[in-house]
């Protein structure tokens, strides 16, 4: 059984919130107006007071959650927090896309819709004109995870004259916790790839939007946890089979791109640098280049392995790998925190891109902006226009 609620009332809607708040509101003017008058200590005024205490907390401890949940992203729809495993629905069916492989039916499916119909802006009209985006819930043989993401298709997908072709694809991922909606909203990556698709500024792509967060609450900076979550295999594995098995992709690595902000963009750089032959284009914003030990790692993500750990750290790759074949984008503001850090990776970068033709660098800084979705907007459009030019369709 899934929950599926009216648009009003998802999980991360502001509808919800304000009813609650109307009605702790409501529960704190009842209480102000009854307690005088159960103030005896007998058993009936007594269980009245702790019934009015209970309600009235219930409700604010309630506002609380749905306020944290809707800034962090914990879970995205009530499905997601009441069915975590995931429940099997209809199975999508391979007419839909003329080209999806039968283990499609095993690794895809249609999913609820995780919030999408809250998002008022994407293009209106038919697939053929506008594309579409659809919610589906992916499964991962090899790791084991499952998660809930939105795939945009372009208007071109549906073209019965290019129904031989295959797409290239960029995963687009948010950052930590953010959810897989915040690349539709505060972040709106499909909107923004349709302007640019409209002033050919971007050519047709299938986007995957994705959150890095499948291990909720924490933060495993898409890497393989000894013992626990396998994030990275995930990501290198397990979502790019599903996604070649359920619709029509390219198969080159040059034809796939990962992009993301925050920790996504740091997933983005080290998926495309430890996977060149899946991602060969990374596009990282406000990307950190070291995997982060922290309360939301839950320390050490390597269990004390230092081999392992050097392996995720991109400066130590770029000082003592061989160059991989990819090209690579880092975007940043030069008044982060960690502009320095930033510079230091694209001049080692470079320092190996002249020596090594097959890797590729490139940067971009704003000159203000901080570590938030405004720099984000503001940079996602150049973004999407370098990784359409290094997008091959092979």
């Known amino acids: ?22 009605l702790g509101a409501a529960a704190l003017v009842a209480t102000l107006w009854l307690w005088p008058r159960l103030a005896r200590q007998r058993p009936l005024p007594v269980l009245g007071r702790i019934g009015l205490m209970t309600v009235t907390q219930a409700l604010v401890l309630a506002v609380l959650a749905l306020s944290v949940n809707n800034s962090f992203g914990f879970y995205t729809s009530w499905d997601d927090l009441l069915n ?76 019965p004259k290019l129904a031989m072709v295959r797409f290239p694809v960029l995963l687009a991922l948010a950052g930590f916790p953010g959810t897989t909606l915040q690349l539709l909203k505060e972040l709106p990556v499909p909107q923004t790839a349709w302007e640019l698709r409209k002033t050919g500024r971007m050519a047709p792509a299938i986007i995957v939007l994705a959150r890095p967060t499948v291990a909720p609450p924490r933060d495993t900076e898409c890497v393989d946890v000894p013992g626990g979550p396998r994030t990275e295999s995930w990501f290198a594995k397990d979502v790019p089979e599903a996604l070649r098995s359920a619709y029509r992709v390219s198969r080159s690595p040059s034809s796939w791109g990962v992009l993301g902000f925050s920790s996504g963009g740091s997933c983005a750089l080290r998926l ?33 392995d230092q081999t ?80 359409s030019a290094r997008l091959n369709w092979a």
Not at 347 to 360: E, L, M
């Open 1 to 22: 059984m899934s929950y599926r609620k009216a648009d009003g009332m998802e999980l991360t809607s502001n509808a919800l919130v304000n009813s609650l708040l109307a």
């Open 84 to 159: 975590p495993g995931g429940a099997k629905l209809t199975l999508t069916s391979n007419e839909n896309h003329k080209g999806g492989a039968p283990a499609s039916d095993e690794l895809v499916q249609p999913s609820t819709e995780g919030g999408l119909k809250t998002v008022t802006d994407l293009p209106k009209g038919p697939p053929k004109e506008v594309g579409k985006v659809e919610s589906v819930e992916i499964t991962g043989a090899e790791s084991g995870l499952s998660d809930q993401m939105f795939v945009y298709l372009p208007p071109e997908y549906f073209d």
């Open 272 to 304: 495309a640098m430890r996977f060149p032959e899946v991602y060969g284009n990374g596009t990282g914003m406000h990307a950190d280049f070291k995997v982060a030990e922290d309360q939301f790692t839950g320390g050490n993500l390597f269990g004390g």
């Open 308 to 387: 392992l750990a050097a392996q995720s750290d991109l400066d130590w790759r770029l000082q003592n790998l061989p160059a991989p074949a990819l090209s690579l984008l880092v975007i940043s503001t030069r008044k982060e925190s960690d502009y320095p850090d930033t510079l230091r990776f694209v001049d080692h970068a470079r320092q190996v891109a002249a020596a090594n033709p097959q890797f590729k660098v490139d940067s971009l800084y704003l000159d203000d902006g901080g570590h938030n979705f405004e720099s984000w907007v503001r940079e996602l459009p150049a973004a999407l226009e370098w990784m």
